[in-house]
């Protein structure tokens, strides 16, 4: 079964102090891997699509990478504004290959 | 321009109503998706049309009934539903259903079943 695990649940950094989120999956077959980020009560805002390991993407203080077993999200000097959850989701070669599995989340707080 | 939009934003229905949400995308994506999202949960999917036809069903109660009347538009229709099925509804599009494309979101009905 197709498995997508993300820790921490929640993260609290101070601003400007870099941290990574992470993002380890299981899956048949990876087609594609991706980032979004939620603030409450809203939709998913897209972020990132990675293929295949060893694949990096960058966008403003974001950066996502990819290995054959996890993702990470690594967060440069991180400003209040980059508060919210976090969603990791994978698409899997099989089957259904159109479902997204997606992780838990993480609640990152960045404190001015 | 990535956007889906959605009405109405809320949504506060009896559980003997009938009520409808929308969903209407214009970046000329086939693929077209209904998510349900509880409180501090990740969404979970519903249905997929693909080419305005349903390709999955999501064991999901037939009180929630799907429509895609053309390719940008996607209806859920509400009825009979129970105090359980509170929570933010989304709808997402994507170029098409079997390949790597990324799904948009679009801002989501918070629906209130009394």
């Known amino acids: 079964e197709d498995q997508v695990t993300q820790s921490p649940e929640a993260l609290r950094l101070q601003e400007g102090e870099s941290s990574s989120l992470n993002c380890s999956y299981t899956?048949?077959?990876?087609?594609?891997l991706f980032w979004y980020r939620q603030d409450p009560g809203k939709g998913p805002e897209f972020l990132f699509t990675?293929?295949?390991a060893g694949e990096e993407k960058e966008k403003e203080r974001l950066k996502a990478t990819l290995t054959k077993k996890e993702s990470f999200l690594h967060i440069t000097a991180p400003k209040p504004e980059d508060s919210a959850t976090y969603l990791c989701?994978?698409?899997?070669?099989?089957?259904?290959?159109?479902?997204?599995?997606f992780g838990k989340g993480t609640k990152l707080t960045v404190n001015p | 321009d990535t956007e889906v939009t959605q009405t109405p934003k809320h949504l506060v229905m009896g559980m003997t109503n009938k009520k409808s949400l929308k969903c209407e995308q214009h970046?000329?994506?086939?693929?077209m998706y209904w998510y349900k999202q509880k409180a501090k949960k990740p969404p979970e999917l519903m249905f997929v049309y693909s080419y305005e036809k349903l390709s999955i069903n999501e064991s999901v109660p037939s009180r929630f009934s799907p429509e895609c009347p053309n390719s940008s538009l996607l209806n859920l229709h509400l009825h009979a539903l129970q105090p359980e099925d509170s929570a933010l509804y989304l709808c997402?599009?994507?170029?098409?259903?079997?390949?790597?494309?990324?799904?948009?979101f679009g801002p989501g009905t918070r629906l209130t079943v009394t």
């Open positions: 990675l293929y295949s």
């Open positions: 899956v048949s077959g990876l087609r594609g």
């Open positions: 970046m000329g994506h086939r693929a």
């Open positions: 989701a994978v698409q899997a070669v099989k089957g259904g290959s159109e479902k997204l599995v």
């Open positions: 997402a599009s994507s170029h098409r259903r079997d390949s790597p494309y990324e799904q948009y």
